[in-house]
């Protein structure tokens, strides 16, 4: 089946501890980016890749780094999270042409920063 | 630059009909469609490219207006599996192609009622 696989789905950290939140895609995809939901703001991007070993800052990049060593992974690593980190992240991916168009996403990840 | 929806929220009883807006101030290179429901992932509906298509998926089709770099969804004859919050995203560029930076707006909440 193809999918996006997160993890974790839900974590409750505390401020300063680092974590990574994993992103897994099984379709081949070259194009992979982070997404951060928070209420009234919509989805806001963190940062992307268009293939390994090239990624961008998006919208919102402050406080996270990113890597793809691999084609199918791209996870996220928050390295001091802080309180207003606190949020729902979707990793997604697609094909790298923008004519094929559709973006899959993960499940989420509910991540609260105590 | 995040685009811009409009309305932030409408509710409609089934079997009326609703037009959902997204804008942006830059040149646009293709303009997205998703649904997200509550505590779900977002969903593609479909992808316009410029040329001003119009495209459509069962009762829900959309339009491109390149010159004025705005979109439309426009929901038929709503029905209750409709109810979710609607974003648009916007890929900036022009004859060039697509810079890959897929910009979410803030959403519209669309809430159908028997």
């Known amino acids: 089946e193809a999918q996006v696989t997160q993890n974790p789905r839900y974590l409750i950290t505390v401020t300063g501890k680092k974590l990574t939140v994993t992103c897994s895609q099984n379709m081949n995809h070259e194009y992979m980016s982070w997404y951060r939901q928070d209420p009234g703001l919509g989805l806001r991007q963190i940062y992307y890749?268009?293939?390994?070993?090239?990624?961008d800052k998006g919208d919102v990049p402050e406080g996270y780094k990113v890597s793809r060593k691999e084609k199918r992974n791209f996870p996220l690593i928050l390295e001091s999270p802080s309180p207003n980190q606190t949020s729902l992240y979707f990793c997604?991916?697609?094909?790298?042409?923008?004519?094929?168009?559709?973006?899959?996403f993960g499940e989420g990840s509910r991540l609260t920063v105590l | 630059q995040q685009p811009v929806q409009s309305p932030q929220a409408v509710i409609l009883r089934e079997g009326e009909d609703a037009v959902i807006n997204c804008s942006s101030s830059k040149a646009l290179y293709s303009v997205h469609w998703y649904r997200q429901k509550h505590g779900e992932a977002p969903v593609f509906l479909m992808i316009?490219?410029?040329?001003?298509e119009q495209k459509g998926h069962e009762k829900i089709s959309a339009s491109f207006n390149e010159k004025k770099q705005q979109s439309s969804l426009y929901l038929t004859a709503s029905q209750l599996s409709y109810s979710g919050t609607y974003f648009c995203?916007?890929?900036?560029?022009?004859?060039?192609?697509?810079?890959?930076?897929?910009?979410f707006g803030k959403g519209t909440l669309l809430t159908v009622n028997p």
């Open positions: 890749s268009m293939n390994v070993e090239v990624t």
């Open positions: 997604a991916s697609r094909l790298a042409g923008a004519w094929t168009g559709e973006l899959f």
């Open positions: 995203g916007t890929e900036e560029g022009g004859s060039g192609g697509s810079n890959y930076k897929l910009t």
């Open positions: 316009l490219l410029k040329g001003g």
